[in-house]
C-alpha cells in the first residue's frame, strides 16, 4: 500500500527566506510523485511532477523538489518566499501512471512581510 | 482550452436529501476521478473512470455513494441519504491517458453543506 507523509501541518516564513516543505512516501513500486498548491477557494494546480526521469524537478512559481529514493522523500523547496506563495500545499504518489492519487495532509504555508 | 469544470459550485442540502454533482471533464481527456477534501479526513480517493472500462470503485466510503460517467465525458456524483459527515468539498480531475502524461487536471470543486 502506498501513503504519504507530509511533516509539518503549518510552515511560517518571512518573506525572502527559504521554503521547505518535507514529504515522505510509502511505495513497493517505483513511484510517481506529485506536489499540488491550492489557493484559498480554489482547486488543486499541479506545481511540479516526478516520473523517474531526473531526480531534482523543477516546476513552476520557482519551486523544485529532490526524489531521494534512500530517504524516501520527496522535498518541496523555493530559495526565496513571496507573499502570494501562501496556500496550502500538497504531495502525492501514484504506483501508474494516470491512477488514483494519495495526498498527504497538506501543509499551510504562511509567508510574512 | 477550458478547464475541468464543476457544477454547482456551492450546495446546502438537508440531511437525508439526495443530491447530485456534475463534472466536465477537458476535453478529450479519457480518466475521470472524483476525490473528496474534508477537514478530518484531508483528501481522499473516491472512483475512477478509464474510458470504457469499469471504474474503480474502490474509494467509495459507503453504498449511498455512486457516480456514472455517461458518453466517456460528463459524470455526476450522487450521494443519497445525505448525512452531515458528507459535507465537504467534491473534487473533479482528469487526466488523457496518454503516454507521459501522468497529470490529473483538477476542477475548482463543489462545496456541500449538509445540514
Known amino acids: 500500500a502506498q501513503s504519504v507523509t507530509q511533516l509539518g501541518s503549518h510552515v511560517s516564513v518571512s518573506e525572502g527566506a527559504l521554503v521547505l516543505l518535507r514529504c515522505n512516501y510509502s511505495s513497493s513500486v517505483p513511484p510517481y510523485l506529485f506536489w499540488y498548491v491550492q489557493y484559498p477557494n480554489q482547486g488543486l494546480q499541479l506545481l511540479l511532477k516526478?516520473?523517474?526521469?531526473?531526480?531534482l524537478v523543477k516546476g513552476i512559481n520557482g519551486f523544485e523538489a529532490e526524489f531521494k529514493k534512500s530517504e524516501t522523500s520527496f522535498h518541496l523547496t523555493k530559495p526565496s518566499a513571496h507573499m502570494r506563495d501562501a496556500a496550502e500545499y500538497f504531495c502525492?504518489?501514484?504506483?501508474?501512471?494516470?491512477?488514483?492519487?494519495?495526498f498527504g495532509k497538506g501543509t499551510t504555508l504562511s509567508v510574512s512581510s | 482550452g477550458a478547464g475541468v469544470s464543476q457544477s454547482p459550485s456551492n450546495k446546502v442540502t438537508e440531511k437525508g436529501k439526495d443530491v447530485e454533482l456534475r463534472c466536465d471533464p477537458i476535453s478529450g481527456h479519457t480518466a475521470l476521478y472524483w476525490y473528496r477534501q474534508s477537514l478530518g479526513q484531508g483528501l481522499e480517493f473516491l472512483i475512477y473512470f478509464q474510458g470504457n472500462s469499469a471504474p474503480d470503485k474502490s474509494g467509495l466510503p459507503s453504498d449511498r455513494f455512486s457516480a456514472e460517467r455517461t458518453g466517456g465525458s460528463v459524470s455526476t456524483l450522487t450521494i443519497q441519504r445525505t448525512q452531515q459527515e458528507d459535507s465537504a468539498v467534491y473534487l473533479c480531475a482528469s487526466n488523457p491517458r496518454l503516454a507521459g502524461e501522468e497529470t490529473q487536471y483538477f476542477g475548482p470543486g463543489t462545496r456541500l453543506l449538509v445540514l
Open positions: 502525492a504518489v501514484s504506483s501508474q501512471a494516470g491512477t488514483a492519487l494519495i
Open positions: 516526478y516520473t523517474s526521469a531526473a531526480t
